[in-house]
């Protein structure tokens, strides 16, 4: 940041619409300078290790998981989030070794 800068940004995440007045970059996503990434990036692990795990569930199971994928995606309430995230671990927890890093992503969410 340079002395003078000025930011708005507003948007779920902070994302969503940044305007800046002054010298320097405004990048959404992608560049890091120390630090841990936004939580977004956390969410995209989170469902990578999701869909990863799928190939271990039985039919039920997967569509339990795909219905919970498809609400997070809908920018569910944090309540809401929280039992989204409970049921991933649950499901992880109980298939063992596969579901592992699934279990690591949801506890790295919830901090």
Known sequence: MMAGDQFTVSGPGSIGQASHTGSGDIVAGGK?????PPEASAIEKLLEE?????????????AEIDAAVEELGENPPEARFRRILGTF?????????AGV???AAVKALLG
């Open 89 to 97: 671990s649950g499901i992880a927890t109980l298939i063992g070794e």
């Open 32 to 36: 890091y300078v120390g630090g841990t």
């Open 101 to 103: 890093p699934v279990i």
């Open 50 to 62: 999701v869909q990863a795990m799928r190939q271990h569930l039985d039919e039920s199971d997967r």
